[in-house]
């Protein structure tokens, strides 16, 4: 009996299943809308308008620092000039000191001169100065060993450190694997046809992460017991000119030690003359300013109201994240995506494209150190951490659509398993595929701002794009300028995003959800998992 009431319960969860899909293809796609989205963007797109304010002009982002409170300020009031409501900076919480980069030099001075490529670490200690000292070299077993480290206080009292990756002599910079392979790529049909989970991270690699973070900090005030001047170090990488520099927290740390990073071809020469006998010396400067005046963290969110008395409390959300690294001017990581988002909403204003649920930008700050903007964002608007219960205004929210995997056009969307929304983005995704977005896919993504949502049991959303040279090249690098957009790819993206948002925004329903999963956590690191 059991096995046949079993089978039928099976039966009427598929039926009830194929009736969803079925309902879903008749999804109405008002494709005359994104023609005209489409028509708008290609002949009056603002992106490089938006892009230069958001890099050339604001500078370095880092979250708390001027350069992000300039790029939020631009922000604000060109949303407020091109119409839309309650623009503001919304605090979600407090951050911590910030940090801005004001003079930096670095130069070996023997065993004769030559500049050395290399960037200070965000929230670096000062030289108080032009210092010029001998280097001390460490393997990276020595540089995690905090025995031989206090063992060898009087080797390293008033000498730059330089921590050491792989031996140079016999194996050489990391390069040659990928010297002959492509910079910058697409991803193929079959690529996105077998498309994996990415940067999915779980609640025990995020454990991992915060305890590497403690006990690196727990490393640099070793060192600086030592007296050390500084520390240098490298990683693969940060080859061809790029220098990667992304210390996750170190906003947060109790050490004034300053801290560089450098290339790996300067410090495989580095290695190699003091290892052949030849002492190296270096002259290094850093000057960063600090300011705790305001500890609280914000992030840039404005709205275009709904229009239908019924649906106009209900939201839907896009956004990306504002805050960038210091290497750079954050370009493809992520003033691309807040460039899109703001585009998206200009396109269905300057058209006057209503919908009848009110839309919301949301520009985040804190997501580098750790999605902090977002997080903070849904538990003080949607969920109790402390309790995992929701509040009504979650059930009010359609969705959210995040942009954050670099300058490439949109190829597809994740569903972060969501199989009752995947027939319906298909439907949607069909007038685009022409421009090359023809991917579905219920597989997760990881590590950005839609998680904090997706953890919420609200509709979370990250777009698939093109990687170009994200990851190898620009990702956290001192690369990551404007040069390195892809300014038609860019437009493509608002046209998508636009038509999305204005679909969602005007549908009867709201959008389907998955089963809701209380999760009780409190975060304080990178990333986010539950418990």
Known sequence: ?????????????LLLSNISIVMAQEEHVPTDIFEKIKNAELQTSQIPHIAHYLTDVSGPRLTNSPGFSRSADWAISTLKSWGLKNAKLEPWGNFGKSWELQDFSIAMKAPYFQPIVALPAPWSGNTNGLQQAQVALLTQAQSIDSAYIKSHYNNLKGKIILILGQ????????????IFKPRATRFTDAELLNKDDYYNLTHEQVQALNDLVRFKEKLDLLYEKSGAIAVINSEAGNEYGAIFDEPIAAYQSKSKLPQVRISVEDCNRIERLITSGHPVELALNIKGAYSGTDTKAYNVVAEIPG?????????VILGAHLDSWGAATGATDNASGCAVMMEAVRLLDSLHLQSKRTIRIVLWSGEEEGIFGSYNYVKNHYINPKTGNPNSEQAKVSAYFNLDNGTGKIRGIYTQGNMAVKPIFDQWLQP???????????????????TSFDWAGIPGFEFIQDPIDYDNVTHHSN??????LQIEDLKQAAIILASFVYQTGNRPDLLPRKPFEKRIFEWDGFGLGSN
């Open 479 to 484: 690369q990551d300028n404007y040069d390195h």
């Open 307 to 315: 229009t239908d008395p019924k649906l106009k409390d209900q939201v």
């Open 432 to 450: 685009f595929h022409d421009l090359g977005a023809t991917t579905v896919t219920t597989k997760n993504t990881g590590a950005t701002d839609h």
């Open 1 to 13: 009996m059991k096995s046949i009431i079993s089978k039928f319960a099976t039966a009427i969860m």
């Open 167 to 178: 031996p140079v002599f016999t194996s050489g910079p990391e390069k040659p694997a990928d």
